[in-house]
């Protein structure tokens, strides 16, 4: 069974910056694809960054150069790390996993398959 537990939301100032974590179980595949996924109330579930097993990466064009995704294959970990932090950037992060094979960066939610619970992040101006 695949789990992904999110953590690291927190509420910071504008400006500042903020980690997150997306702990992996149950899917272990070199083809494969991630991402991180953002939604703000009122608003549609948005992508931020996906990357592949392979690691190529592609970001959403509001967050490019203050966010980049990284993943640590032996703590089956996803990473978001969040720079220069917006109020803008204010949402709850979604960790999101593709299915088994798919080795394919896309910010389309439609793509993944197994989704985590969330973490929220404030971002105060």
């Known amino acids: 069974q695949v789990q992904l537990v999110e953590s690291g939301g927190d509420s910071v100032q504008a400006g500042q910056s903020l980690r997150l974590s997306c702990v992996v179980t149950?899917?272990?595949?070199?083809?494969?694809?991630m991402a991180w996924f953002r939604q703000a109330p009122g608003h549609e579930r948005e992508g931020v960054a996906s990357?592949?097993?392979?690691?190529?990466?592609i970001y959403a064009d509001s967050v490019k150069g203050r966010f980049a995704i990284s993943q640590d294959n032996a703590k089956n970990t996803l990473y978001l790390q969040m720079n220069s932090l917006k109020p803008e950037d204010t949402a709850m992060y979604y960790c999101?996993?593709?299915?088994?094979?798919?080795?394919?960066?896309?910010?389309?939610?439609?793509?993944?398959?197994?989704w985590g619970q969330g973490t929220q992040v404030t971002v105060s101006s």
């Open positions: 990357i592949t097993g392979d690691g190529r990466e």
């Open positions: 999101a996993a593709g299915p088994p094979g798919l080795r394919l960066e896309t910010l389309l939610p439609e793509w993944y398959k197994y």
């Open positions: 149950g899917y272990t595949y070199a083809k494969r694809c």
